[in-house]
């Protein structure tokens, strides 16, 4: 199983409330997903600033200082945010693999959950409400964001197996369904330089999409490609820094529902979690086609596009 | 009229109420208000009562339904009318997949459009959908009929046996061993009761008639390739 959420705000007067609609969605998918939670949310950027939310499962030793340690190796001030288990570091933009490198040497414990301007993630085992409570999520505000509820079916049920899952600078993606040619896949990527930390199914669908559009496609074009590429059932919801979008596999037998009003569009596994957003009884709700490619961006009009079978 | 808030007093209250029913009850009609998306509204109903959801549901609405009337002022998820026996459902908005799987007998209608595998399995169910419906529709359809008012998804009647298949629209592509058949005036009589019944002001002279080539019924290896 596992539940998806996901909402894309058109009226920002909306977004100090983005984290709290979207937690009120995500906690009604904990029956989809009741083993892990994660979101993903677009929120403010700093100019000049690079964001990477590190994870620790030791956090009361490993951000003691970090911020400083951090800017002494890059020889720049680095900002530090902590959340729970997470912190948001800012790096100078174009630090990032100087600062992965450096924080693999002074924290070798803490991984890397997210890099971009704007892009947070925060991830942890556990029921949603139970994740939502320890991160705050409905504090939270921003532009637009992905929710995630995990029950696992490939791999093992840990914070790094749980989702969203970054893709590339300001990137993420969830995952529903199962992903069947994964281990081929995960060797084939490796062979080309390609970092993937786990075992996991989703990881291997993600670091597909970053090898994509690290070889020049668009992720509208990867995301196509993933279509003929990716062996097995998925609804996938990605976020992008100025937009989301679904895809779905030819069989789509894994749920999807969409509405959108002026004021957002929104993402639900299951029309429960859309119930509570401000006009849905007039929104426009349908359920996404398979094999068809949907994006939503701030900075274009709506895109839809149909791959040819 | 009896009026149940199923956000205030649950899903157990309400199916158990409405299953209580029988022919004899004079409680004969039934609103269920806050549905909110929720899975198993109005599941196993026996009586000849009639059920009003006022809003969308979720998973298995009026499932394994007999004699009873369900009708939902909203869209539903999947699996709406599941082994239906007999009574009818009635959607105003739309279906999600695999609407009406296994039905062995009563009336679906859907007045939006259906999406994949809606009617699947098909047993003696009809189901009349106003609007269009998805890929692999009537998947292995042993029996009764599906009516597409509007157009039909890819592989439509894949592995059909006695199904009869009616489409308005265009049928992006037919499943192994569904064919166009020809349109008799039983059919036509058929195709009329069925739309009447479905409020549907469509001509049944519009629709094709789709069913089985009956060249999958026993294995054959040199059909070994259209399994």
């Given at each position: 199983m596992c539940g998806i959420v996901g909402l894309f705000l058109k009226d920002q007067s909306l977004a100090p409330q983005l984290g709290n609609m979207l937690t009120d969605m995500l906690i009604t998918m904990t029956d989809r997903g009741p083993d892990s939670a994660g979101i993903a949310i677009y929120g403010a950027e700093r100019d000049g600033k690079t964001k990477i939310t590190v994870q620790s499962p030791t956090p009361e030793t490993d951000f003691v200082g970090l911020a400083d340690e951090l800017g002494k190796s890059l020889g720049a001030m680095v900002g530090q945010t902590d959340n729970d288990t997470h912190t948001v570091l800012e790096v100078p933009a174009g630090q990032f693999e100087a600062a992965r490198t450096a924080l693999a040497e002074i924290r070798p414990s803490v991984r890397i959950m997210s890099r971009g301007d704007s892009l947070e993630i925060y991830k942890e085992v556990g029921l949603p409400k139970d994740v939502a409570d320890r991160f705050n999520l409905s504090g939270m505000s921003g532009t637009h964001g992905i929710g995630h509820t995990r029950m696992a079916t490939e791999s093992a049920v840990t914070t790094m197996g749980a989702h969203p899952f970054n893709t590339g600078s300001d990137q993420c993606l969830v995952h529903n369904g199962s992903l069947s040619n994964h281990n081929s896949l995960r060797r084939k990527l490796r062979r080309e330089g390609v970092v993937i930390q786990t075992e996991n199914d989703t990881e291997v669908g993600a670091a597909y999409l970053t090898w994509k559009m690290m070889n020049g496609a668009t992720l509208g074009e990867a995301l196509e490609t993933s279509i003929d590429d990716l062996d097995g059932f998925f609804t996938f919801v990605v976020g992008t820094k100025d937009g989301f979008g679904v895809v779905r596999d030819p069989i789509a037998c894994k749920p999807a529902v969409m509405a959108e009003t002026d004021q957002y569009v929104a993402f639900g596994s299951e029309y429960r979690a859309l119930v509570n957003l401000p006009g849905i009884e007039d929104a426009r709700v349908w359920e996404p086609e398979p094999s068809t490619v949907y994006f939503w961006s701030h900075t274009n009009s709506p895109t839809t596009h149909e791959k040819a079978a | 009229m009896q009026t149940y808030d199923l956000e205030a007093d649950g899903l157990r209250g309400l199916n158990s109420s409405l299953q209580a029913q029988n022919a004899e009850t004079n409680q004969t009609s039934w609103e269920i208000v806050n549905p909110k998306g929720s899975h198993a509204i109005a599941v196993g109903l026996d009586a000849p009562i009639e059920v009003t959801v006022k809003g969308s549901t979720g998973y298995y609405c009026a499932g394994m339904n007999q004699q009873a009337t369900i009708k939902v002022e909203g869209s539903v998820g999947p699996g709406v009318a599941e082994n239906m026996m007999s009574g009818q459902v009635i959607v105003d908005g739309d279906a999600s997949q695999y609407a009406g799987a296994t039905g062995h007998g009563g009336l679906l209608v859907i007045k939006g459009n259906a999406s994949s595998r809606c009617g699947i399995s098909m047993k003696g169910i009809d189901i009349v959908v106003h609007g269009n419906i998805g890929h692999m529709s009537a998947f292995m359809a042993q029996a009764g009929n599906l009516v597409v008012c509007g157009d039909a998804g890819d592989a439509?009647?894949?592995?059909?046996?006695?199904a009869r298949l009616f489409v308005r629209g265009s049928v992006k592509s037919l499943g192994a061993d569904c064919i166009e058949k020809e349109m008799r005036p039983e059919h036509l009589n058929i195709l009329k009761d069925l739309l009447d019944r479905a409020g549907s002001d469509a001509k049944p002279e519009e629709f094709k008639r789709y069913g089985s080539a009956r060249q999958l019924y026993n294995f054959d290896i040199d059909n070994s390739a259209a399994y």
């Open positions: - | 439509l009647g894949d592995s059909l046996y006695e």
